[in-house]
């Protein structure tokens, strides 16, 4: 009976931490996390792993690597300037993921007119100012019907797009000279301006797969005669996940947390293999 019992209530046990591994390696399906302002989406998923691995290994052996392992996956990008939804695969789950990529996003962005980066966001280097005292409500409303629906869009020179197997943003960085993506078809669903107190506007953002913020508010910022960058991005929505009622925060990486809000995935669901195309 003890060795039925959950982890957190025997954690002087061993048979309940291997009993816990196992649990763990049989999961299958879909989860959020809430990813904070920062890390990598990447590094977020490590620690992601190092804390449930943690929980489930007393003493971890890395000689027993294999039979320790975690199979993870993220159904895309969140920039390390972001912070919000992350959904996450564990298992066969991690097969369904390029579903969450092709689906729905929600984003409530900030941007901040007169001010152009080499990033697009606030963690870039200023390239340009303009003035914006031109700028009124209004205008922004008039110029986001042009945003909305089945448009073009020249992804940002830094993202995680590659060109020979590496990332941009990599490229960049080591001072090669990178030209940008040709503009691809995105949807965007819904872009309203929920606030204006110049220079910074807040919009909530409803798009498909593919879609990058930072080149919405970017063109934004041109199309009023002005620039912009993004200063703070959250992403709400992904999918059925959404911030408020799904994201696991840093202190629910655990066992018994995933088990309670994991969306379980059949065989019949799992064919697609895992994508992993950047947004925002």
Known sequence: MRERSMAG????????LTSSLSKLQALNGLFAIHKKQGPTSADVLNMLKEALLKAG??????????????????GGTLDSAASGVLVVGVGNGTKMLSTMLAGSKKYVAVGELGKATDTLDATGKMVLEKDFEHITRVDIEEK???FTGDIMQ????????????????VLLQKGHKVEAKPARPVTVYNLTLQEFKPPLFTLDIECGGGFYVRSL??????ALSSCAHVKELVRTKQGQFTL??????????TLEHVLRSLQPCSESETGTKPSKEHTD
Do not use: F, I, T
């Open 9 to 16: 209530n025997l954690s002087n046990s061993a048979a309940p």
């Open 57 to 74: 290994v007393k003493n971890p052996n890395p000689r027993k690597r294999k039979k320790q392992s975690l199979k993870l996956g993220h």
């Open 144 to 146: 986001l019907k042009s």
């Open 217 to 222: 508010v970017d063109d934004l910022g041109k």
């Open 244 to 253: 408020e009622e799904h994201a696991l925060h840093e202190g629910q990486w």
């Open 154 to 169: 020249v992804p940002p020179l830094y993202s995680a797009l590659k060109k020979d197997g590496q990332r941009l943003s």
